[in-house]
């Protein structure tokens, strides 16, 4: 049987993310792959429900950690380990790695009780092996030009509408949790045109073995 591939994308809002992921799954797909595509806070109706009310809710840090994590461990219970145990691809807008940056970095939360708390909702008692997608594909990208890139395009939620000071602080504890799993990011120069980003995305995964090909830019990337 085929292993399962868990991969996430994470980057501050604006960074591009969704265009690419979509296209991601098509390139697995048409090499055969069943593609499961989710996204955090939520990926199940349980899930769905927290992220509604941290996305528009005022709460404290704590408040909003515990339910991000909430969120998570049915995530990974209803949807994520149950696709990876069938060998299929998941591909992620998000997890961990977002509240070590969001509620870490721009919150100023205690990173230790984020990392408890990853302990605690990403083992299991017969596997104490920390779950952590195979390969995050983090786009980086200016605060300041992503905040161009939303203006206007919708009405933010409550994160999107922090100032740009809280997404440099996010931008940040990005870097440094890449910092310290190097082989499990691959760092995106979101910056450049949808062509030149996309083929960062494939080259990661061809150096993986999971694409055996590199993938031509899909018109919509264009």
């Given at each position: 049987?085929?292993?399962?591939?868990?991969?996430?994308?994470?980057?501050?809002?604006g960074?591009?993310?969704?265009?690419h992921?979509?296209?991601?799954?098509?390139?697995?797909?048409?090499q055969?792959?069943t593609?499961?595509?989710?996204r955090?806070?939520?990926?199940?109706?349980?899930?769905?429900?927290?992220?509604a009310?941290?996305?528009?809710?005022?709460?404290?840090?704590?408040?909003?950690?515990?339910?991000?994590?909430?969120a998570?461990?049915?995530?990974?219970?209803?949807?994520?380990?149950?696709?990876?145990?069938?060998?299929?691809?998941v591909i992620?807008d998000?997890?961990?790695?977002?509240?070590?940056?969001?509620?870490?970095?721009?919150r100023g939360?205690d990173?230790g009780?984020?990392?408890?708390?990853e302990?605690?909702?990403?083992?299991?008692?017969?596997?104490?092996?920390?779950r952590?997608?195979d390969l995050?594909?983090?786009?980086e990208?200016?605060?300041?030009?992503?905040?161009?890139r939303?203006?206007?395009?919708?009405?933010p939620?409550r994160?999107?509408?922090?100032?740009?000071?809280?997404?440099?602080?996010?931008?940040?504890a990005?870097?440094e949790?890449?910092?310290?799993?190097?082989?499990?990011?691959?760092?995106?120069?979101?910056?450049?045109?949808?062509?030149?980003?996309?083929?960062q995305v494939?080259?990661?995964?061809?150096?993986?073995?999971?694409?055996?090909?590199?993938?031509?830019?899909?018109?919509?990337?264009?």
């Amino acid at each position: 049987m085929t292993n399962g591939i868990f991969i996430s994308f994470e980057g501050i809002d604006g960074a591009g993310k969704s265009t690419h992921i979509e296209a991601l799954a098509q390139a697995f797909r048409a090499q055969g792959r069943t593609v499961t595509l989710t996204r955090e806070p939520g990926g199940t109706p349980l899930a769905e429900k927290l992220r509604a009310l941290v996305l528009a809710d005022a709460m404290d840090p704590l408040t909003e950690a515990l339910l991000i994590f909430a969120a998570r461990r049915d995530h990974l219970q209803q949807v994520i380990e149950p696709a990876l145990a069938r060998g299929e691809v998941v591909i992620s807008d998000r997890f961990t790695d977002a509240s070590f940056a969001y509620q870490g970095g721009g919150r100023g939360f205690d990173l230790g009780v984020l990392s408890t708390l990853e302990q605690w909702v990403q083992t299991a008692p017969n596997n104490p092996q920390l779950r952590q997608p195979d390969l995050t594909l983090l786009f980086e990208l200016a605060p300041e030009t992503a905040a161009e890139r939303l203006a206007g395009a919708r009405v933010p939620d409550r994160f999107e509408a922090q100032p740009v000071e809280f997404f440099r602080k996010v931008t940040q504890a990005y870097a440094e949790r890449a910092a310290q799993s190097p082989g499990r990011f691959a760092c995106i120069d979101a910056a450049a045109s949808r062509h030149a980003v996309w083929q960062q995305v494939t080259s990661a995964l061809v150096r993986r073995g999971w694409l055996s090909i590199m993938v031509p830019t899909p018109e919509g990337l264009v």
